[in-house]
């Protein structure tokens, strides 16, 4: 394992980018995938090709190939072809079948979890689960924090109330296409480069569902769905974030002519907050204090997300010093335990001063012995006439 050079199998240097090793990666899997190339030796070199795609497209992994030669407790064996680890191709692809598309493999992204396989066959026909949907949620970082339930509004296709769904005015069952006998799909030869190749392909008489409805709905144009409102009480959990993805089963748009339902997909924005910033699972905020406070020390009211606590904040704290709250943050989302909320203390200077509050300062500076070139006068005069 250590004696193979994964750069070298996939012709790059060490110093090759993230998109480098996908090109090359691409490049190589279309010349010698054993559907292709027909030598003897392709299989195995497309195993080799996809091992070492598995290391360097993995930054953890690649950094300890990088460092030891080897990747611990990564079999690669069962990352060859038609083995596990192989689902990395579809990371890259997006489908499998979408790779050799312009071979005219149709059947390739079956065998891979392609398009061919997000069709359930049964008896021979199609069933197409319905489109997935997503809606917008936004929260504020008090609901982050505590948790919420949402009223969620949601547009999506139902079932046509006109035909109950079959697509049909007389409400009666779809019959088995013709053109495809129920299968859903056609097979066409044709003469290419490669020699004589066969190409699976949704059948354009029924487009793929393997039934044909003779008298259509004309409500629903024979799809067996409308378009329909409705609202739903949705859990978000403490801990999310922007751009959080909360998964709904079966709540999307119902499948054509009774078919299963999609799922529907809340994504989560956190409002800004006025008085808090996030980073991670904690918060971050300040609290202005006035000199007197800073330098005498006080006991004072901080808000969190959770309520008020009290602080407090030793004599002669500096501005900018930070305090920390422990576990008052962001519960972690995936595992027990809260972040902590800092608290930055800012000592704030005085913008305006009365005569009496001059010759107080000036006086603090004499006993500090502070020079001061503004200061004028006898300080111990003024101070024996202010508190006359």
Do not use: W
């Amino acid at each position: 394992m250590s004696s193979k050079d994964y750069y070298a199998v996939l012709g790059i240097n060490k110093n090759a980018t993230d998109a480098e090793i996908k090109s090359a990666f691409r490049s190589l899997a279309r010349k010698y995938h054993p559907d292709v190339n027909k030598d003897h030796t392709s299989q195995e070199k497309f195993k080799e090709i996809n091992e070492a795609y598995q290391v360097l497209s993995d930054a953890d992994k690649r950094r300890k190939y990088d460092q030891f030669g080897t990747v611990d407790g990564f079999d690669f064996g069962s990352a060859g072809f038609g083995g596990a680890g192989f689902s990395g191709f579809g990371d890259i692809f997006g489908n499998l079948g979408d790779i050799f598309e312009e071979f005219g493999f149709g059947g390739f992204g079956d065998a891979f979890g392609g398009r061919g396989a997000s069709r359930s066959r049964s008896s021979g026909q199609t069933a197409r689960k319905g489109e997935d949907i997503r809606v917008d949620a936004s929260i504020t970082l008090e609901e982050v924090a505590n948790g919420v339930e949402k009223e969620i509004h949601v547009r999506h296709l139902d079932t046509c109330d006109h035909c109950a769904g079959t697509g049909s005015r007389s409400k009666k069952s779809a019959q088995s296409c013709q053109t495809c006998g129920g299968r859903g799909e056609v097979r066409q030869t044709r003469q290419s480069i490669l020699g004589t190749i066969s190409q699976v392909t949704p059948c354009p008489a029924c487009h793929g569902e393997g039934k044909v409805v003779t008298d259509p709905c004309t409500n629903c144009s024979g799809s067996g769905r409308m378009a329909k409102s409705k609202t739903l009480k949705v859990k978000i959990p403490a801990g999310v974030e922007t751009g959080s993805k909360l998964r709904v089963s079966g709540e999307g748009n119902v499948g054509q002519r009774g078919a299963q339902h999609g799922d529907l997909y809340v994504y989560i924005e956190v409002k800004k907050h006025a008085l808090y910033e996030r980073d991670g699972d904690d918060i971050h905020s300040k609290h202005i204090v006035s000199f007197s406070q800073a330098a005498l020390g006080d006991e004072m009211d901080i808000q969190t997300l959770y309520g008020t606590i009290k602080l407090k904040v030793p004599a002669a704290t500096q501005s900018h010093t930070v305090f920390r709250l422990k576990g008052k943050g962001i519960q972690h989302l995936q595992h027990h335990g809260q972040g902590d909320h800092y608290v930055t203390i800012i000592v704030e200077t005085p913008k305006t001063l009365s005569n009496d509050e001059k010759t107080i300062y000036e006086y603090l500076a004499y006993l500090r012995k502070e020079k001061n070139s503004l200061a004028k006068g006898n300080i111990k005069e003024k101070i024996k006439k202010l508190f006359k």
